[in-house]
Structure formats: structure tokens, C-alpha cells
T-cell receptor, first 113, second 115 residues
Framework: DAGVIQSPRHEVTEMGQEVTLRCKPI?????LFWYRQTMMRGLELLIY????????DSGMPEDRFSAKMPNASFSTLKIQPSEPRDSAVYFC???????????FGPGTRLLVL | KQEVTQIPAALSVPEGENLVLNCSFT??????LQWFRQDPGKGLTSLLL?????REQTSGRLNASLDKSSGRSTLYIAASQPGDSATYLCAVRLGTVNAGNMLTFGGGTRLMVKP
């Protein structure tokens, strides 16, 4: 298996623009997680899905952030409009079932100017 | 709210030395604890996962211990090598249904092993 796939790997955009990050979990995994990593706050969970259903989005910073999982093999994290403080590395992870190892993607490094 | 702390934040050792990384958590009602490695610019790689009922797990030169009652875990690295240089992250998963499958991460320990 190719592991968790994220795209793009790097994104540079201007403040106010819409940003869409994409994730393909490992085939057969039924849990998917979006994390954000910054120097100041470390690694934070934004939202997670179980069987394509959002279970907990309490980590989503504000309404500018939204996430979807239309099917078992694809998820998006959208920021609209983006702000400089959204600059971070965004990771997607998946796990086979509740409580099991989480496998992380390589991350998307986002810079909002 | 679960808080996870890792000490030290950074560590530099000569090659060959045995070392211990520390992780503490405030809520002892955990389901399991996981140690990850992160190389610069890369994602996280799972090293060891310890269930709440276990005391330790071993993988090669790595040994992770768990003392749930005191809210502590250690990662022991034997005979360190320059290739071990990375950031090591500890993460805990609570055991309650409301916690779902969420991991709470510590701030990490940045390790450098000098040749």
C-alpha cells in the first residue's frame, strides 16, 4: 500500500484565497484524522471521521475551516478565506479501527502570505 | 482536559549512549499511549503502542514503558546512532467513549545524536 497520500505537498497562497487540502487514506481504514502542526502549538487534532462521518470537529479553529469525506477513499480540508495565521503543516492520518495505530501522511506545508 | 508534557524539549548526545525520553500526562484514564518519530519535513512514524493494560513494549533498540497510575511513560533508546536523530512525540488516547479515537500529543523531544 502506498500509505496515506496528501496533496499538494506545498501550497503558497495569498490572504483571502480559498485553500483545499486533499487526503487519500490507506485502503480499508475506517478512521481519518486531520491535524495541524505549528511551532507554537505543536500537533493539534482538527477533526476526525469514522466510516466517513465526522465524529468530533471541536478542534476546528473557526468557521473558515471545513472538512468533508464524501467516500471512504477521499477527504478534503478547506480554508476559506485563508489568513496568514493558518500557515502550518497539515497532516492527514488514518487507522484501521478505533484505538489502533494511526498512520500519517507526509503533510501539506501551507504558507499564507 | 488531557495535557501531555515531554521533557526534555531537546537533547544532544554522543553516538553509542543510552538515553531516556520522558512523557507525562494528566488524565490517567487512557486507552493506550503511542510513541512517534518525526524526521524534519516529514510525517510521523509510529514506533511503539502500549495498551493501558501493558507495562512495556519493545522494538529493536527501543523500549517504551508505561506507568498509568502516575501518568508517565518513558522511551528508552539503547546504543544511540546518528540515524536516531529526529523529534520523538508521545501521544495518549483516552479510554472514554466520548474521547473517540483522538490522540493528544506532547510537544516532542528533539534528539540529536552526534557521530
Amino acid at each position: 500500500d502506498a500509505g496515506v497520500i496528501q496533496s499538494p505537498r506545498h501550497e503558497v497562497t495569498e490572504m483571502g484565497q480559498e485553500v483545499t487540502l486533499r487526503c487519500k487514506p490507506i485502503s480499508g481504514h475506517n478512521s481519518l484524522f486531520w491535524y495541524r502542526q505549528t511551532m507554537m502549538r505543536g500537533l493539534e487534532l482538527l477533526i476526525y471521521f469514522n466510516n466517513n462521518v465526522p465524529i468530533d470537529d471541536s478542534g476546528m479553529p473557526e468557521d473558515r475551516f471545513s472538512a468533508k469525506m464524501p467516500n471512504a477513499s477521499f477527504s478534503t480540508l478547506k480554508i476559506q478565506p485563508s489568513e496568514p495565521r493558518d500557515s502550518a503543516v497539515y497532516f492527514c492520518a488514518s487507522s484501521l479501527m478505533w484505538g489502533q495505530d494511526q498512520y500519517f501522511g507526509p503533510g501539506t506545508r501551507l504558507l499564507v502570505l | 482536559k488531557q495535557e501531555v508534557t515531554q521533557i526534555p524539549a531537546a537533547l544532544s548526545v554522543p553516538e553509542g549512549e543510552n538515553l531516556v525520553l520522558n512523557c507525562s500526562f494528566t488524565d490517567s484514564a487512557i486507552y493506550n499511549l503511542q510513541w512517534f518519530r518525526q524526521d524534519p519535513g516529514k510525517g510521523l512514524t509510529s514506533l511503539l503502542l502500549i495498551q493501558s493494560s501493558q507495562r512495556e513494549q519493545t522494538s529493536g533498540r527501543l523500549n517504551a514503558s508505561l506507568d498509568k497510575s502516575s501518568g508517565r511513560s518513558t522511551l528508552y533508546i539503547a546504543a544511540s546512532q546518528p540515524g536516531d536523530s529526529a523529534t520523538y512525540l508521545c501521544a495518549v488516547r483516552l479510554g472514554t467513549v466520548n474521547a473517540g479515537n483522538m490522540l493528544t500529543f506532547g510537544g516532542g523531544t528533539r534528539l540529536m545524536v552526534k557521530p
